[in-house]
């Protein structure tokens, strides 16, 4: 299957999202979940239902394929690491690193992805205890200011 664009990923992780919280999924909800006019969650349930992805008739439930499944799956697999990468060790504050993880998530490689999901298993069953790397970054950088 030929690799979707970022914006037809994000849709696809909208969708999965939805899916996943419960609820029957329609177009005026994607358009809410993404902040974007309906008409352009027409356009892009055209495009995916074309392509095999979602199954969808005009005014009807929205539902991915098996296909489409694996690849929100895999978006929001990498979304979840990079934000939990961003915030638990870097310490960026959770708005940015949710805008960030959702721009890094579609053009980082399935190799940085697996080892950054191993490191991230590794700071969760550290021997030491949890790493703390946010507070060890903070006081690196107060303790290269008093120099």
């Known amino acids: ?19 996943d919280q419960g609820k ?10 993404l902040d974007v006019k309906k008409s352009s969650v027409t356009a892009a349930l055209k495009k995916l239902t074309a392509t ?4 969808h ?11 489409g499944k694996r690849i929100a799956e895999g978006v929001i697999r990498r979304h979840q690491i990079l934000t ?7 310490g960026v ?13 579609h053009i980082i490689s399935s190799v940085s992805t697996e080892k ?3 490191f991230m298993e590794f700071v969760e069953a550290c021997p030491l205890g949890k790493i703390r790397s946010p507070e060890r970054y903070t006081y690196y950088f107060q303790r290269e ?3």
């Not at 914006?7 to 696809?12: G, I, K, R």
């Not at 029957?24 to 979940?33: D, E, F, K, P």
């Not at 095999?52 to 199954?55: F, I, R, S």
């Not at 939990?84 to 870097?90: A, C, G, K, M, W």
Request: aromatic share 6%; net charge negative.
């Open 84 to 90: 939990r990468f961003l915030t638990e060790v870097l």
């Open 24 to 33: 029957v999924v329609r177009a005026n909800q994607i358009s809410r979940a």
């Open 57 to 67: 008739e005009p005014y009807g439930y929205v539902e991915l394929t098996r296909e």
């Open 52 to 55: 095999g992805l979602v199954v």
């Open 116 to 118: 950054l999901t191993e």
């Open 1 to 19: 299957m030929k690799k979707q664009s970022a914006s037809m990923e994000d849709y696809l992780e909208a969708i999965g999202v939805l899916s």
């Open 93 to 105: 504050d959770e708005k940015i690193a949710e805008e960030d993880a959702c721009k890094i998530e």
């Open 145 to 147: 200011q008093i120099s």
